[in-house]
T-cell receptor, first 112, second 110 residues
Framework: DTAVSQTPKYLVTQMGNDKSIKCEQN?????MYWYKQDSKKFLKIMFSYNNKELIINETVPNRFSPKSPDKAHLNLHINSLELGDSAVYFCASRRAGNYEQYFGPGTRLTVT | GESVGLHLPTLSVQEGDNSIINCAYSNSASDYFIWYKQESGKGPQFIID?????DKRQGQRVTVLLNKTVKHLSLQIAATQPGDSAVYFC?????????FGTGTSLTVIP
């Protein structure tokens, strides 16, 4: 069984559109994350979220918003997509008291 | 923001040789460090971690060394195998968040 899953795996869309990427973890973890990985493989944290606290990286545009319907899901919604949003987006999760993060397989977003 | 850098963006080694991947971190308050391995088309996968109160930690074929004086981490892979070919990231945790470096691409030559 996949521990952290993301859908879709690939997403191609036009500038100005609004899109969502879904993430689910079946590990019973308390905290979930979204990362952006650019073409040079640089991984940058965007959000961390548990049921008590949302921590937003101050460099993330407010067009990006995390939405958590329940503890096992953290979706990423993006408004007014721009060319520079093209990247691979990774969801991750971890258990409270444990630093190890488990990553999903990634969603490759291409904005044309 | 935080900055975690790597000295070498690419590294090629012969199969069977030892590999050393280096990482410089910027925040002296970081108290926990992780090395991740990312294979092509996959998400990063945990390899080994080390706390700031340690200088060395060993796993299966991997060793992490921490030099807090110069804020430097290294990952040593013994008897490198083709399956070790991947991008390796170090990450530091100065608080609630992890900050990743750019990554080093390791290629193992058969």
């Amino acid at each position: 069984d996949t521990a952290v899953s993301q859908t879709p795996k690939y997403l191609v869309t036009q500038m100005g559109n609004d899109k969502s990427i879904k993430c689910e973890q079946n590990l019973g973890h308390d905290t979930m994350y979204w990362y952006k990985q650019d073409s040079k493989k640089f991984l940058k944290i965007m959000f961390s979220y548990n049921n008590k606290e949302l921590i937003i990286n101050e460099t993330v545009p407010n067009r990006f918003s995390p939405k958590s319907p329940d503890k096992a899901h953290l979706n990423l919604h993006i408004n007014s997509l721009e060319l520079g949003d093209s990247a691979v987006y990774f969801c991750a999760s971890r258990r409270a008291g444990n630093y190890e993060q488990y990553f999903g397989p990634g969603t490759r977003l291409t904005v044309t | 923001g935080e900055s975690v850098g790597l000295h070498l963006p690419t590294l090629s080694v012969q199969e069977g040789d030892n590999s050393i991947i280096n990482c410089a971190y910027s925040n002296s308050a970081s108290d926990y460090f992780i090395w991740y391995k990312q294979e092509s088309g996959k998400g990063p996968q945990f390899i080994i971690d080390i706390r700031s109160n340690m200088d060395k930690r060993q796993g299966q074929r991997v060793t992490v060394l921490l030099n807090k004086t110069v804020k430097h981490l290294s990952l040593q892979i013994a008897a490198t195998q083709p399956g070790d070919s991947a991008v390796y990231f170090c990450a530091e945790n100065p608080g609630n968040q992890f900050y990743f470096g750019t990554g080093t691409s390791l290629t193992v030559i058969p």
